[in-house]
């Protein structure tokens, strides 16, 4: 009967050495309020300059996201007054912005468009507890790339797809590093409901600062169900800002859309108008690289891989340059994929990092017939947890597999004879049997035989082939 209608907003902290108008260092975890000077904590007669650099990032993350680069825009001041907002205003774009027009294409096909990204400041940080409010100035005045799409977005999973993608652009172009628990990739939620198979657009509530793709999903999926329920009962939605409670899973009002403040936007007379050349725009768009749907193409096109694994191995940007590293020396595609998207995938997950020497390491003892698969995982884990060589490990815990044909062919014939009757079940049709020889046999030699010869003379001596 009803379906959702949403946009999203998004912040990026943009990865500089220094903050969007002065010399301050952009850093996260320092010391509260050691990353501050007159300029950013708004002292009076301080002038901002511009961050030449924050400029070519922003410009490069437009690129990459298919948006325009407007060879003119515009800086703004954008006033209000919040403890964590020094200055009383926020220098911002606002009529004339960086870009426009870009979009990111979801793997359905389905164009989600942008209808702007420009170039602002962030505010600093409210640490709230019972007794108090604290401030710290250190992000103050740390560039900030904000990304508004148009209402084309139909489902959470769609709008937490949009957001991973353009995590990933702006990571792939080395532009941030979007972690979200650090703030540094923030996202608003504009949602409505309309009548399915309307144009016209519904009532819409804003969610406020959801800092995880998970809490976006609940936030999304809860507000839509709440919407649902006041309109299937007649009544109609509010228009208002919203927070999100990630503990009990629902939203909650926090202001009328309908008081919201007079921003009264001016332009920002400190700064003059930023203009771009096409050398200057054509520069940076040669310095962005290959981005993740890119790379996916190559694996799939070039390396042959199926689309599910070339999706996970570009899901981590250091996922993708392990598998390439390790490529180098073990030109093996397939085989390399497959340890990554499993145990290093695991690794990674659990904090823990696996060089491309330590993995090829791996990978050429098995390929030798050296130790089994299994045993290869748990001497990967250790290598990692430990930071031994592979080999070391091996060598000092006995794991090398008994590969000597003569030797397996003796273990081999022993077993069959401790089971003559299970033997004669096996040649008269019972093939099941099978894995209870190659178990006996991995018994026998403390797991150590190599199971592909295992299979291999088990199969010609049972069959009578030798």
Not at 112 to 119: C, G, N, V
Not at 151 to 158: N, T
Not at 289 to 317: F, K, M, Q
């Amino acid at each position: 009967m009803w379906e959702p209608v949403i946009g999203l907003e998004i912040h990026i902290q943009l990865q500089t050495a220094t903050k969007l108008f002065c010399s301050c260092r952009n850093s996260y975890g320092d010391p509260p309020n050691t990353n501050v000077c007159p300029v950013c904590l708004g002292h009076p007669g301080t002038l901002p300059v511009l961050n030449e650099e924050a400029v070519r990032q922003a410009v490069k993350l437009a690129l990459a996201l298919n948006c325009t680069v407007n060879k003119t825009s515009y800086f703004a001041r954008k006033n209000y007054f919040y403890p964590d907002l020094p200055k009383g205003y926020q220098i911002t774009q606002h009529r004339f912005p960086l870009a426009r027009d870009g979009y990111i294409q979801l793997r359905s096909g389905k164009k989600i468009r942008i209808e702007r990204l420009h170039i602002e400041e962030d505010s600093g940080k409210s640490i709230h507890t019972e007794e108090e409010t604290l401030v710290d100035f250190n992000r103050c005045g740390v560039p900030l790339a904000e990304i508004v799409t148009r209402p084309d977005i139909s489902s959470p999973q769609e709008a937490v797809e949009f957001l991973k993608t353009l995590r990933l652009a702006a990571i792939y172009a080395g532009v941030s590093d979007a972690d979200m628990e650090k703030g540094n990739l923030r996202c608003d939620a504009n949602l409505s409901l309309r009548p399915r198979g309307s144009k016209s657009l519904g009532v819409k509530t804003e969610v406020k600062n959801l800092n995880s793709f998970r809490f976006l999903a609940k936030a999304l999926e809860y507000e839509i169900k709440r919407q649902e329920e006041i309109l299937n009962s007649g009544g109609r939605i509010k228009q208002e800002t919203r927070g999100f409670d990630s503990q009990k899973g629902i939203t909650f009002p926090m202001r009328s859309k309908e008081e919201a403040h007079d921003y009264r936007y001016f332009p920002e007379p400190d700064l003059p108008p930023l203009i771009l050349t096409d050398d200057q725009i054509s520069s940076i768009k040669s310095r962005i690289g290959e981005l993740p749907w890119e790379r996916e193409e190559r694996y799939i096109n070039e390396l042959g891989l199926d689309p599910e694994t070339a999706r996970i191995l570009c899901s981590e940007v250091e996922i993708s340059i392990l598998f390439e590293k390790t490529l180098e020396n073990f030109p093996h595609p397939r085989e390399v994929a497959n340890w990554v998207k499993t145990d290093v995938l695991k690794l990674f997950h659990g904090g823990h990092r696996v060089s491309p020497r330590t993995l090829e390491k791996i990978l050429v003892l098995v390929r030798d017939g050296k130790i089994s698969r299994l045993k290869a995982k748990e001497v990967l884990e250790e290598a990692v947890m430990d930071g031994k060589d592979p080999e070391k490990i091996v060598e000092e815990k006995g794991l090398l597999q008994i590969s000597d044909e003569a030797q397996l062919r003796s273990i081999i014939e022993g077993v069959l004879g401790e089971f003559p009757d299970k033997v004669e079940s096996y040649r008269k049709g019972k093939r099941g049997l099978l894995g209870f020889f190659v178990g006996q046999v991995m018994k026998k030699t403390g797991g150590k035989a190599n199971p592909k010869l295992v299979n291999k003379i088990l199969g010609e001596v049972l069959n009578g082939e030798q």
